[in-house]
């Protein structure tokens, strides 16, 4: 069964950074792009960024610039930094495979808030 726990959400002040992780287990996650997705309150979930298997980094515009994924496939661990913050990016934050996301299973994801 697979399970995704996200953690490192938290509140920052304008322009700050956070780094959030995500561990996988129960699946053989190395072989797969990973998600990382948000959700602000009264808006839909979105997908700001995923990862290859290769490593290799895709973003939406609106955090193109700003936020940087990895992965460490030795720790089963993806990672999402996140640098000048804004209020917009105030939402839950969720890593998830593309496939589970699509089926609409989702971890409890980590709170990301930026206020002064």
């Known amino acids: 069964q697979v399970q995704l726990v996200e953690s490192g959400g938290g509140l920052v002040q304008p322009g700050g950074s956070l780094e959030l992780s995500c561990v996988v287990s129960?699946?053989?996650?190395?072989?797969?792009?990973m998600g990382w997705y948000r959700q602000a309150p009264g808006k839909e979930r979105e997908l700001v960024a995923d990862?290859?298997?290769?490593?290799?980094?895709n973003y939406s515009d609106s955090v193109k610039g700003r936020f940087i994924v990895s992965r460490d496939n030795a720790k089963s661990t993806v990672y999402l930094q996140m640098h000048s913050l804004t209020p917009e990016d105030t939402a839950v934050y969720y890593c998830?495979?593309?496939?589970?996301?699509?089926?609409?299973?989702w971890g409890q994801g980590t709170q990301v808030t930026v206020s002064s």
């Open positions: 998830n495979l593309p496939w589970r996301a699509a089926l609409g299973t």
């Open positions: 990862i290859t298997s290769d490593g290799i980094g």
């Open positions: 129960g699946y053989a996650y190395r072989r797969y792009t």
